[in-house]
T-cell receptor
Framework: EAQVTQNPRYLITVTGKKLTVTCSQN?????MSWYRQDPGLGLRQIYY???????DKGDVPEGYKVSRKEKRNFPLILESPSPNQTSLYFC????????????FGPGTRLTVT | SQQGEEDPQALSIQEGENATMNCSYK?????LQWYRQNSGRGLVHLIL?????REKHSGRLRVTLDTSKKSSSLLITASRAADTASYFC?????????????FGTGTRLTIIP
């Protein structure tokens, strides 16, 4: 089944403890992206990647890192999480550039205390 | 920066009625897309309209795009309870090799049985 998977789905952590949210797609898509969703602010793009080893900042990249070593995986890394990074995170992929229809993962709900 | 702004923020209608949502944006775009999100879940792509198109249909969905006014509308005809969800517009931009998809804040649609 064609899909985008994210793990974990739910995570509660403490300030400063490094964490990684994994994202994987099995559709051989070139474009992948991370978003965070907050009430009243909609979805905001954190980072995106147009292909392996090609990543760029979105609108809210501060406090996040990404890597794209393989086409299928695009992990999101929080080196030192803070409470303002409590949010719902979505990974998405798209088969073509510029980004056409995007396929979203199920989301990761992160709480930083 | 937020590109798309949906209007209204929330809409409640009776089942069977038509629902119209609007999206305005600020800069030149390659395409405009509409997505649906059921509560807390990942977004699902509904329809994409390119910048050189004016209208597009998909089942009960009709999307219009007016690039001179930088606006789009999504019409859902003969609404059903299952259409209850949040709807987001997203604008695809291509700028000096940077490919971005920017989402609006969404319209919360409630269909009253």
């Amino acid at each position: 089944e064609a899909q985008v998977t994210q793990n974990p789905r739910y995570l509660i952590t403490v300030t400063g403890k490094k964490l990684t949210v994994t994202c994987s797609q099995n559709m051989n898509h070139e474009y992948m992206s991370w978003y965070r969703q907050d009430p009243g602010l909609g979805l905001r793009q954190i980072y995106y990647s147009m292909n392996v080893e090609v990543t760029d900042k979105g609108d809210v990249p501060e406090g996040y890192k990404v890597s794209r070593k393989e086409k299928r995986n695009f992990p999101l890394i929080l080196e030192s999480p803070s409470p303002n990074q409590t949010s719902l995170y979505f990974c998405a992929s798209s088969p073509r550039l510029p980004p056409y229809e995007q396929y979203f993962g199920p989301g990761t709900r992160l709480t930083v205390t | 920066s937020q590109q798309g702004e949906e209007d209204p923020q929330a809409l409640s209608i009776q089942e069977g009625e038509n629902a119209t949502m609007n999206c305005s944006y600020k800069t030149s775009i390659n395409n405009l897309q509409w997505y649906r999100q059921n509560s807390g879940r990942g977004l699902v792509h509904l329809i994409l309209i390119r910048s050189n198109e004016r209208e597009k249909h998909s089942g009960r969905l009709r999307v219009t795009l007016d690039t001179s006014k930088k606006s789009s509308s999504l019409l859902i005809t003969a609404s059903r309870a299952a259409d209850t969800a949040s709807y987001f517009c997203a604008t695809g931009e291509s700028n000096f090799g940077n490919e971005k998809l920017t989402f609006g804040t969404g319209t919360r649609l409630t269909i009253i049985p």
